[in-house]
């Protein structure tokens, strides 16, 4: 998903070719549910997907299988109440309204509404201090509660993250997957990058700073977003076609 438009067109000729070959994708992102739903309405897909950062797996049709995350309606009080008492200055997406978030990312008002109906994580913007960052994480340590980086946003949730998302699902098939490719571009994607088979690492402001370690096969793109997305699917695609990628 491009960060700048959240449009998927350029990685069409890519889904494209994976529907021709009969692979369908499985989404794993920082989205919510609603949110994933509607971009595989919009890019003619069926599929289960994992939302939020690995917090749960949905199947094709919407509906819950599995949640790895602590609701956030069980802690967010409990984190504007440290804010407060600590006097940090943070913001996130339940403290704007949907105007605001259309503003930050490019959505649209409904779209951002979409984007506001997070079941486990809640996406928001440091403006404090280094150090007060770490006194943060220190104590909501202490809520069970950790923090991820996303491309665009901080991530305030509990102990979950894609990687462990995907091994759920993996070893829940019939016969369980034995090879997968993931593709990621920022640092809440390391997880899934480094537990793959095959990981393309999608040309970002922040991909310098993933080093999955793990995977037999390490892909980098030259392209950014849903372009580096197609271009990664046509090099693994290119490598299988040639044999010079073999799956077990």
């Given at each position: 998903?491009?960060?700048?438009?959240?449009?998927?067109?350029?990685?069409?000729?890519?889904?494209?070719?994976?529907?021709?070959?009969?692979?369908?994708?499985?989404?794993?992102?920082?989205?919510?549910?609603?949110?994933?739903?509607?971009?595989?309405?919009?890019?003619?897909?069926?599929?289960?997907?994992?939302?939020?950062?690995?917090?749960?797996?949905?199947?094709?049709?919407?509906?819950?299988?599995?949640?790895?995350?602590?609701?956030?309606?069980?802690?967010?009080?409990?984190?504007?109440?440290?804010?407060?008492?600590?006097?940090?200055?943070?913001?996130?997406?339940?403290?704007?309204?949907?105007?605001?978030?259309?503003?930050?990312t490019g959505l649209s008002e409904g779209d951002a509404g979409n984007a506001q109906r997070r079941e486990f994580t809640e996406p928001m913007l440091w403006q404090d201090t280094q150090a007060n960052f770490q006194l943060f994480k220190s104590e909501?340590?202490?809520?069970?509660?950790?923090?991820?980086?996303?491309?665009?946003?901080?991530?305030?949730?509990?102990?979950?993250?894609?990687?462990?998302?995907?091994?759920?699902?993996?070893?829940?098939?019939?016969?369980?997957?034995?090879?997968?490719?993931?593709?990621?571009?920022?640092?809440?994607?390391?997880?899934?990058?480094?537990?793959?088979?095959?990981?393309?690492?999608?040309?970002?402001?922040?991909?310098?700073?993933?080093?999955?370690?793990?995977?037999?096969?390490?892909?980098?793109?030259?392209?950014?977003?849903?372009?580096?997305?197609?271009?990664?699917?046509?090099?693994?695609?290119?490598?299988?076609?040639?044999?010079?990628?073999?799956?077990?």
């Open positions: 998903m491009e960060h700048e438009s959240y449009s998927i067109e350029a990685a069409k000729p890519a889904l494209t070719e994976l529907a021709r070959r009969g692979v369908t994708p499985i989404f794993a992102s920082s989205k919510t549910a609603v949110e994933i739903l509607a971009v595989q309405r919009a890019s003619g897909l069926t599929a289960p997907f994992i939302c939020e950062n690995g917090a749960a797996v949905y199947d094709s049709s919407g509906q819950i299988l599995t949640e790895f995350g602590l609701p956030r309606t069980r802690w967010l009080d409990a984190v504007h109440q440290l804010r407060e008492r600590l006097s940090l200055r943070f913001t996130g997406f339940s403290d704007w309204p949907a105007v605001k978030i259309a503003g930050l909501i340590q202490k809520l069970s509660l950790t923090t991820l980086e996303g491309g665009r946003f901080i991530s305030i949730q509990s102990q979950f993250d894609k990687g462990e998302a995907m091994k759920w699902w993996q070893a829940r098939q019939n016969p369980p997957l034995p090879f997968l490719i993931a593709l990621g571009d920022s640092p809440n994607d390391l997880s899934l990058l480094a537990a793959a088979d095959v990981a393309v690492v999608i040309k970002s402001g922040k991909s310098d700073q993933l080093d999955p370690q793990g995977p037999a096969t390490i892909i980098r793109t030259s392209l950014p977003g849903p372009a580096g997305w197609n271009d990664g699917i046509r090099q693994i695609l290119n490598l299988l076609d040639s044999q010079q990628l073999l799956i077990n």
